[in-house]
């Protein structure tokens, strides 16, 4: 007597290894993205409401930028009234002028 294969199984003689596996509904949804799953009035209010946000942090940036200005012109008006800030930002020697 030959060899019989010890499967316990019903076997078509082909081996289980070679045969195409069945996609599982799991590995299906991996292939989903995010947006094939939402609808598009979801996908559409998200979009809008990131807009919104770069909008408002656009503005802020540009808030935050008024406000810098205006704090170096303040300071730099307070250096000009500034005898000795003026003294020593002058070139000349005013030793020379005694």
């Keep these: 007597m030959g060899k019989r294969k010890t499967g316990g199984g ?4 082909r081996s289980e ?3 195409a596996p069945k ?3 799991q590995e299906k949804e991996k292939g989903l993205t995010l ?10 209010k998200l979009k809008a ?11 802020e940036r540009e808030r935050q930028r008024v406000l810098e200005e205006e704090r170096r012109k303040q300071e730099q008006k307070r250096l000009d009234n500034d005898f000795e800030y003026l003294l020593g930002k002058s070139g000349m020697d005013w030793k020379k002028f005694k």
């Design 35 to 44: 947006k094939d799953a939402l609808g598009a009035d979801v996908l559409a």
């Design 10 to 13: 019903f076997s078509n003689g």
């Design 49 to 59: 409401q990131a807009d919104a946000l770069k909008a408002q942090e656009a503005q």
């Design 23 to 25: 996609a599982s509904p």
């Design 17 to 19: 290894a070679k045969s």
